[in-house]
């Protein structure tokens, strides 16, 4: 029920002054707040450093900083027991399709930090053809840590303002906690609505792009053109003498030893009609 709404709000305010005012601690509150309060203070982190803003990320856990005093330092391996991705680094075009999986797997509630200039904008490789310029591109963005790399100290703050985002949340009521009575009638995730309201354009609209090109990528090249036979030459005209053109031979049988002989008898047969022409050798003997 709305605070507006209740009746004995000066009544119960009244009795908690009372009792603490004879020590006894109360504290006046509705169940949002108290589940908020603890979701806040324990939140799970994915390990996702895919460069050097990951070794602040590693400072941050470390005595000097010491992160678990927010409850932020249980750090998992699985997107399913994890309730926020904290991407520190550069994400290339090769490795934004693993990191929109690991978001997709993960569950409601979920929240993403990127960290560093390469996760927001793409840093100093934003002009690269194999780096995404921000991961606000494929998935939904909830704080932004600039830096190249941020400090430690800027990795906290990010985090305390992803606390008092969590702790302003409704979880009961609507079809869904990050979202109003108004959005969820719509039946759009939040995904989509804030796609729809930084960047402009509906998911529909990127999926059916990037299908198409996909489908233009993978359809196969249309074959050259055969280009066009050149007439044969015509055969010269046999002169007188000439020998005839012999058949060629097929071997398609296991050649035995008569086949051996009787080509070795024609053979001789040729070398005795061939007239044998002078050589170096037969000079040289001769001399």
């Excluded at 100093?124 to 100290?153: A, L, Q, T």
């Excluded at 869904?176 to 609505?193: F, I, M």
């Amino acid at each position: 029920m709305p605070y507006d709404e209740w009746k004995g709000n000066d009544t119960l305010e009244k009795m908690a002054t009372d009792l603490n005012d004879g020590g006894t601690n109360l504290v006046l509150g509705n169940l949002d707040q108290l589940i908020n309060w603890g979701r806040s203070n324990s939140l799970w982190s994915l390990t996702f450093a895919t460069s050097c803003c990951g070794i602040e990320f590693m400072a941050v856990g470390c005595a000097r900083y010491d992160f678990s005093r927010f409850g932020f330092e249980v750090t998992r391996n699985s997107p399913r027991q994890a309730d926020l991705i904290m991407c520190a680094g550069t994400i290339t075009n090769k490795m934004a399709p693993a990191l929109k999986r690991l978001y997709d797997q993960m569950a409601e509630p979920k929240y993403v930090i990127a960290v560093g200039g390469c996760a927001i904008s793409g840093g100093p490789f934003k002009d690269s053809y194999h780096v995404m310029r921000g991961i606000d591109e494929i998935i939904p963005v909830d704080v932004y840590i600039p830096g190249c790399p941020p400090r430690p100290e800027a990795i906290m703050y990010g985090m305390m303002q992803l606390q008092r985002k969590v702790k302003v949340e409704k979880f009961f009521g609507g079809a869904n906690h990050k979202q109003t009575q108004e959005e969820s009638v719509l039946g759009k995730s939040n995904s989509a609505l804030i796609f729809e309201e930084k960047l402009g354009i509906s998911p529909e609209d990127i999926k059916e792009k990037r299908e198409a090109a996909w489908a233009e990528s993978k359809k196969p090249a249309a074959k050259p053109a055969r280009p066009a036979a050149a007439a044969k030459p015509a055969a010269p005209a046999k002169t007188e003498g000439e020998a005839p053109k012999k058949d060629t031979i097929v071997v398609d049988k296991p050649v035995t030893k008569e086949d051996v002989e009787k080509l070795g008898k024609e053979l001789d047969k040729l070398n005795e009609a061939a007239p044998t022409k002078p050589t170096e050798e037969n000079t040289a003997n001769n001399n």
